[in-house]
């Protein structure tokens, strides 16, 4: 949001309805995930959405360091949110930063309200985000990312995550934004969905918004989760897909 | 990031599992509902207002009364008589901790181990990086997993070295009734123990090991192709070595004479015939 | 997790079969694991880079900013390594500030690219003394499997000879162009295992070594740049030999870096 700076406003909607790229207000960038790409990791995934590249790794469950963060009778789950130096225009110092840690916190609570923490008490389930290339809607690439590590980690969870903004760009609720309209729009609203109930586990915004204009949001928002879902099981389907009927022939 | 697949699980097409015929493998990912009419929720699964879903990315196992999902993934999930290899990680003064590739490390107490151990003196008998085969004992729940050194086939192991496959190909790594091992060990000469965590044990000559080795990489990567026991066989005899040399080989000098496992297949660990509800159960769902 | 350990048989394996000239993944002493480089990785970067050894991935960015010069250095731009060896990479590895394997990676790639003098850096002086450019080389590591710190330079290298000064961007010139790479400087680690020295280690590789030892040359046959690390010594008839090795593998991985094939 703001900055708008010395910076000309793009025209974010045209006469026909069209954002700055083309796409209708209800559309999706283009989402690539590939899960599992990682060696050492114990589940992996990466996610190439509109012009993000987003990898995310999971490690665990395993022994919690530092300990005096061991749970007794859960798993803790942590999480790294982290933006590579040359992922922005202007060169992101390295470490950590306030807005960093605001991120890793709501995604990993967000993962804590999903997974079965419980089946592993003392133990620590360690999710790593790095944006290496950012164009708006990186904490929702780096959720969906996660979510599909997290399965390829065989993590119990409810269900996958999927995850993404609705904003407000020329007065319309658009799904998705980029950065163009990240920057000059009037809201974003990311939100991640549990599809098996229907419910959010990952809410912020910032912007103006009508509670009329909201509850279109949510309804928006919602329907793309489900869209990026498909794409999530379909990444995790072409991973782990049986060649049909080697189970006949093996037994 | 085009390339680049961890070993384990190679793409294979793109399948929609419901268009498989009954009695293929169905693989089921976190959330999805499944056929579960009659059915109680098993291992992998969990249930809300009377529908039971997938809590795991795996294989759909149903086994009346409970319906189960396989882990196609994931770190090596401890159970009960598993006998398993584990790299000593921390001595303490009555038990070492073990790293067993579970979520936690498992302590072996000395009172667990064939040796008659003074307080403090645990070092003189493992160390760091030390490997054993221990047997699971119990898990209680706080996570804490028990294993003893006690009984036939666990102790030290001495020589050889370690290869590490995904803990869920070791149904196909052992193969039906031990065969697969079998196979290897024909071919090879190698001595070969797998561990229920995926931890293979492999001894011989240099060549031997490199061979064994091979092979079970090429299982681990390739476990859910058809074919496979024909390729793993193709492979051994391309890359050379006798038939002749039989399946075992003398085992390396030991300084515990309890400590060398037998050469496995079947009756030795990664085979546990029997237990057609565990994963363990190897061959059957595979 | 800092308490991976490494089954000591599995390293004694290593070490036998290095005796006999042979490494766990069937490469002989000398072979590097299959190298590729995807120039262009990271849109929002000057230059970049995506950098594999075998199951080792590496990607590296360049940005360009206008700056300051140092004092010392009136006619001269600013040149900054930085490697981030993320917990993302490895079990091995925590968050948290750099350590010192991260710190050590930096300057180790950062000592070539300053010795072979592989930009000019008199070229990114825009006004002496007052205004430069600062060319700073982020690398982050994605997959450990060893031999980081040739991964990084290839990365490294590779960014920089596809970077383009923003110069338009910044409003300095009417146009951006080219960083000039006026020298390709790569570097070649190897690990002594028992009598055997090996190119290119594995994780494995390097826990069983017994020293490691990097030597960075450029196109021009010169040696600019060695670190010796972890346990364990040298020979100078070693380090002749490594040499020797090192400009045979850096001229084929110079080739990579500049767009072409091996």
Same mark, same amino acid.
């Given at each position: 949001?703001?900055?708008?700076?010395?910076?000309?406003?793009?025209?974010?909607?045209?006469?026909?309805?069209?954002?700055?790229?083309?796409?209708?207000?209800?559309?999706?960038?283009?989402?690539?995930?590939?899960?599992?790409?990682?060696?050492?990791?114990?589940?992996? +995934?990466?996610?190439?959405?509109?012009?993000?590249?987003?990898?995310?790794?999971?490690?665990?469950?395993?022994?919690?360091?530092?300990?005096?963060?061991?749970?007794?009778?859960?798993?803790?789950?942590?999480?790294?949110?982290?933006?590579?130096?040359?992922?922005?225009?202007?060169?992101?110092?390295?470490?950590?930063?306030?807005?960093?840690?605001?991120?890793?916190?709501?995604?990993?609570?967000?993962?804590?309200?999903?997974?079965?923490?419980?089946?592993?008490?003392?133990?620590?389930?360690d999710i790593y985000i790095e944006v290496l290339q950012a164009n708006a809607g990186t904490r929702c690439a780096?959720?969906?990312?996660?979510?599909?590590?997290?399965?390829?980690?065989?993590?119990?969870?409810?269900?996958?995550?999927?995850?993404?903004?609705?904003?407000?760009?020329?007065?319309?609720?658009?799904?998705?934004? %980029?950065?163009?309209?990240?920057?000059?729009?009037?809201?974003?609203?990311?939100?991640?969905?549990?599809?098996?109930?229907?419910?959010?586990?990952?809410?912020?915004?910032?912007?103006?918004?009508?509670?009329?204009?909201?509850?279109?949001?949510?309804?928006?928002?919602?329907?793309?989760?489900?869209?990026?879902?498909?794409?999530? %099981?379909?990444?995790?389907?072409?991973?782990?897909?049986?060649?049909?009927? *080697?189970?006949?022939?093996?037994? | 990031?085009?390339?680049?697949?961890?070993?384990?699980?190679?793409?294979?097409?793109?399948?929609?599992?419901?268009?498989?015929?009954?009695?293929?493998?169905?693989?089921?990912?976190?959330?999805?509902?499944?056929?579960?009419?009659?059915?109680?929720?098993?291992?992998?699964?969990?249930?809300?207002?009377?529908?039971?879903?997938?809590?795991?990315?795996?294989?759909?196992?149903? %086994?009346?009364?409970?319906?189960?999902?396989?882990?196609?993934?994931?770190?090596?999930?401890?159970?009960?008589?598993?006998?398993?290899?584990?790299?000593?990680?921390?001595?303490?003064?009555?038990?070492?901790?073990?790293?067993?590739?579970?979520?936690?490390? *498992?302590?072996?107490?000395?009172?667990?181990?064939?040796?008659?151990?003074?307080?403090?003196?645990?070092? %003189?008998?493992?160390?760091?990086?030390?490997?054993?085969?221990?047997?699971?004992?119990?898990?209680?729940?706080?996570?804490?997993?028990?294993?003893?050194?006690?009984?036939?086939?666990?102790?030290?192991?001495?020589?050889?070295?370690?290869?590490?496959?995904?803990?869920?190909?070791?149904?196909?790594?052992?193969?039906?009734?031990?065969?697969?091992?079998?196979?290897?060990?024909?071919?090879?000469?190698?001595?070969?123990?797998?561990?229920?965590?995926?931890?293979?044990?492999?001894?011989?000559?240099?060549?031997?090991?490199?061979?064994?080795?091979?092979?079970?990489?090429?299982?681990?990567?390739?476990?859910?192709?058809?074919?496979?026991?024909?390729?793993?066989?193709?492979?051994?005899?391309?890359?050379?070595?006798?038939?002749?040399?039989?399946?075992?080989?003398?085992?390396?000098?030991?300084?515990?004479?309890?400590?060398?496992?037998?050469?496995?297949?079947?009756?030795?660990?990664?085979?546990?015939?029997?237990?057609?509800?565990?994963?363990?159960?190897?061959?059957?769902?595979? | 997790?800092?308490?991976?350990?490494?089954?000591?048989?599995?390293?004694?394996?290593?070490?036998?079969?290095?005796?006999?000239?042979?490494?766990?993944?069937?490469?002989?002493? &000398?072979?590097?694991?299959?190298?590729?480089?995807e120039p262009g990785f990271v849109a929002t970067a000057d230059g970049s880079a995506l950098v594999r050894i075998?199951?080792?991935?590496?990607?590296?960015?360049?940005?360009?900013?206008?700056?300051?010069?140092?004092?010392?250095?009136?006619?001269?731009?600013?040149?900054?390594?930085?490697?981030?060896?993320?917990?993302?990479?490895?079990?091995?590895?925590?968050?948290?500030?750099?350590?010192?394997?991260?710190?050590?990676?930096?300057?180790?790639? &950062?000592?070539?690219?300053? +010795?072979?003098?592989?930009? &000019?850096?008199?070229?990114?002086?825009?006004?002496?003394?007052?205004?430069?450019?600062?060319?700073?080389?982020?690398?982050?590591?994605?997959?450990?499997?060893?031999?980081?710190?040739?991964?990084?330079?290839?990365?490294?290298?590779?960014?920089?000879?596809?970077?383009?000064?923003?110069?338009?961007?910044?409003?300095?010139?009417?146009?951006?162009?080219?960083?000039?790479?006026?020298?390709?400087?790569?570097?070649?680690?190897?690990?002594?295992?028992? &009598?055997?020295?090996?190119?290119?280690?594995?994780?494995?590789?390097?826990?069983? +070594?017994?020293?490691?030892?990097?030597?960075?040359?450029?196109?021009?046959?010169?040696?600019?740049?060695?670190?010796?690390?972890?346990?364990?010594?040298?020979?100078?008839?070693?380090?002749?030999?490594?040499?020797?090795?090192?400009?045979?593998?850096?001229?084929?991985?110079?080739?990579?870096?500049?767009?072409?094939?091996?």
């Amino acid at each position: 949001m703001g900055s708008v700076g010395a910076k000309e406003v793009p025209v974010l909607l045209s006469p026909e309805g069209l954002r700055v790229d083309g796409r209708r207000l209800d559309e999706l960038r283009p989402l690539r995930i590939q899960a599992g790409p990682l060696h050492q990791a114990d589940g992996s +995934a990466f996610v190439e959405w509109g012009a993000n590249k987003v990898m995310a790794a999971v490690y665990g469950p395993r022994e919690v360091h530092p300990r005096h963060l061991q749970q007794n009778n859960k798993a803790v789950i942590q999480c790294k949110y982290n933006m590579a130096a040359f992922s922005v225009d202007e060169r992101k110092r390295p470490g950590l930063d306030r807005r960093s840690q605001e991120i890793s916190k709501v995604i990993a609570e967000a993962f804590e309200s999903v997974v079965f923490a419980e089946e592993f008490p003392r133990t620590s389930i360690d999710i790593y985000i790095e944006v290496l290339q950012a164009n708006a809607g990186t904490r929702c690439a780096g959720l969906v990312a996660a979510s599909v590590a997290l399965a390829d980690a065989g993590i119990p969870m409810v269900d996958l995550l999927p995850a993404v903004a609705v904003g407000k760009v020329a007065g319309e609720i658009a799904l998705d934004l %980029k950065k163009e309209e990240d920057n000059f729009g009037e809201a974003d609203l990311p939100m991640a969905l549990v599809p098996q109930s229907g419910r959010l586990v990952l809410l912020q915004m910032e912007g103006h918004m009508t509670p009329e204009e909201l509850s279109k949001a949510l309804d928006l928002g919602v329907v793309g989760c489900k869209s990026i879902y498909e794409k999530m %099981k379909g990444a995790l389907r072409d991973r782990y897909t049986v060649e049909p009927s *080697a189970a006949a022939e093996a037994a | 990031m085009s390339q680049g697949h961890r070993s384990g699980h190679r793409r294979r097409g793109r399948g929609d599992s419901s268009s498989h015929p009954p009695g293929d493998r169905i693989l089921v990912l976190p959330g999805q509902e499944l056929p579960a009419a009659g059915l109680r929720p098993g291992r992998g699964t969990y249930r809300v207002g009377g529908k039971v879903y997938a809590s795991i990315l795996g294989l759909l196992s149903p %086994k009346p009364p409970f319906v189960h999902v396989v882990p196609l993934s994931g770190r090596y999930i401890p159970k009960p008589e598993d006998v398993v290899i584990g790299t000593v990680t921390d001595c303490q003064g009555t038990f070492w901790l073990l790293d067993i590739g579970a979520p936690r490390w *498992a302590p072996l107490h000395m009172t667990g181990t064939p040796w008659n151990v003074e307080i403090g003196e645990t070092e %003189k008998y493992l160390r760091v990086r030390d490997s054993v085969v221990v047997r699971v004992e119990n898990l209680d729940a706080t996570g804490r997993i028990g294993v003893t050194m006690i009984g036939e086939g666990l102790g030290k192991l001495e020589g050889g070295t370690i290869v590490n496959v995904s803990p869920a190909r070791v149904p196909r790594v052992v193969g039906r009734g031990g065969s697969m091992i079998q196979t290897i060990t024909r071919h090879t000469g190698a001595q070969v123990a797998v561990g229920q965590n995926g931890r293979v044990w492999v001894n011989g000559s240099p060549e031997a090991i490199a061979r064994a080795s091979d092979a079970l990489r090429l299982i681990d990567e390739e476990g859910q192709r058809r074919g496979l026991t024909e390729r793993v066989e193709s492979f051994l005899v391309a890359s050379g070595g006798s038939d002749e040399s039989g399946p075992t080989l003398p085992p390396r000098e030991s300084a515990h004479r309890d400590a060398v496992p037998g050469p496995t297949a079947p009756g030795g660990p990664g085979d546990e015939p029997g237990d057609s509800d565990t994963l363990g159960s190897g061959a059957e769902d595979y | 997790m800092t308490n991976e350990v490494t089954a000591e048989i599995r390293t004694a394996h290593i070490l036998d079969m290095a005796a006999e000239g042979k490494r766990l993944d069937g490469r002989g002493p &000398d072979e590097y694991r299959p190298i590729s480089i995807e120039p262009g990785f990271v849109a929002t970067a000057d230059g970049s880079a995506l950098v594999r050894i075998g199951e080792t991935a590496v990607v590296s960015g360049i940005k360009l900013e206008p700056g300051k010069p140092f004092p010392d250095t009136p006619n001269a731009g600013v040149l900054t390594t930085n490697a981030e060896l993320v917990p993302l990479s490895s079990p091995m590895f925590e968050p948290g500030p750099p350590q010192p394997g991260a710190i050590e990676v930096s300057r180790v790639v &950062d000592r070539a690219i300053r +010795a072979a003098e592989a930009i &000019d850096l008199t070229r990114l002086c825009v006004t002496p003394g007052e205004k430069s450019w600062v060319c700073y080389v982020d690398i982050h590591v994605l997959d450990h499997a060893g031999n980081l710190i040739d991964a990084a330079m290839l990365a490294g290298v590779s960014a920089l000879a596809h970077a383009t000064v923003p110069a338009k961007r910044f409003g300095i010139a009417e146009s951006d162009y080219p960083l000039d790479l006026q020298h390709v400087p790569t570097e070649c680690t190897f690990v002594r295992l028992g &009598d055997t020295i090996v190119v290119d280690p594995t994780v494995d590789e390097e826990q069983a +070594a017994q020293g490691r030892l990097t030597v960075a040359t450029d196109e021009l046959g010169r040696v600019v740049a060695m670190q010796k690390g972890l346990v364990g010594a040298f020979s100078p008839d070693d380090v002749r030999d490594v040499v020797r090795r090192a400009l045979v593998h850096g001229d084929r991985m110079r080739v990579l870096a500049r767009g072409g094939r091996a």
